[in-house]
């Protein structure tokens, strides 16, 4: 029976799950974004933090969704990578944006979403992605994700515009000065996963009113900046995947029915569909 390695990688954590027959086991390594790190530094968390976990077990063939897999280039890297640490597994490098499409909807149609450390969205047709609305990185982009909402809590800390209660939780949970989060931001690297740890702050304080406009806010950037721009969004269930996704559900639930549209699965991981999927 054939041992499959399926890997679903964003740019904070990479999950895995080794299946041989009926057994599974996961794994957790940090994210692989192939827009910030070399082939060789992917041979190197692969070779440190996944390896030691499969305990030898060789896997046959290797489904790989991770962000940036879009790009040719970036799927050539991760593939020649993947090659280099298991030489004899054939390898099958996708967009998450497939593995989240076919973790959500299986073999229907629907729109399916990314809500993670970054964003992105497409509407899937049961088989392939057909339209996709420009995932355009955590500069330009990134509506939604924890990335875009971190900044806007930096924003309000740094501007000020928070209340004093506000600010002395802030600074409670993570004295930080102004030159050190620049610093993080400007200098040095994965600045999108140093932003995206933020959300934590707005998961904690659920109710107030400032706290509740950000989310909205940059859920709302997503609707209209991406789902809106499907015409299918209006007669197809529009489903969600990520941490942000699962964490604020309720502020997409009250969203699709304002907006009068079908909320479908919302989900932390994409994984266990991934399982189902393969199998």
Not at 13 to 25: A, F
Not at 47 to 71: A, H, V
Request: aromatic share 12%; net charge positive.
């Amino acid at each position: 029976m054939a041992v499959t390695l399926i890997a679903d990688s964003g740019s904070s954590k990479t999950e895995w799950c080794l299946v041989n027959g009926k057994k599974k086991s996961k794994f957790q390594t940090q994210g692989i974004s192939p827009y910030f790190l070399k082939k060789e530094q992917v041979v190197q968390i692969l070779t440190n933090e996944l390896l030691p976990k499969m305990k030898d077990t060789y896997p046959d063939k290797i489904f790989y969704y991770g962000t940036g897999c879009s790009n040719k280039d970036n799927v050539k890297l991760i593939s020649s990578a993947l090659k280099h640490i298991f030489p004899r597994s054939q390898n099958k490098v996708d967009h998450d944006l497939l593995g989240a499409a076919r973790a959500l909807c299986k073999n229907e149609k629907g729109i399916a979403c990314i809500l993670g450390t970054g964003s992105n969205s497409c509407y899937y047709n049961g088989k392939k992605i057909i339209k996709n609305s420009p995932g355009l990185g955590y500069v330009l982009g990134d509506e939604g994700s924890g990335t875009y909402l971190g900044k806007k809590v930096i924003q309000y800390y740094l501007y000020k515009t928070f209340d004093a209660d506000l600010m002395d939780r802030f600074n409670l949970k993570y004295n930080l000065s102004v030159t050190e989060i620049l610093d993080a931001v400007y200098k040095k690297p994965l600045p999108n996963r140093f932003l995206a740890q933020f959300t934590g702050f707005l998961s904690e304080n659920r109710g107030h009113f400032m706290i509740e406009n950000i989310i909205e806010d940059g859920f709302n950037d997503f609707f209209f900046n991406h789902i809106y721009k499907y015409r299918e969004s209006w007669s197809l269930p529009i489903h969600f995947v990520g941490s942000v996704a699962f964490g604020f559900k309720d502020v997409l639930k009250e969203l699709c029915h304002s907006y009068e549209l079908h909320l479908g699965n919302v989900i932390k991981n994409p994984m266990e569909g991934l399982i189902d999927y393969h199998q």
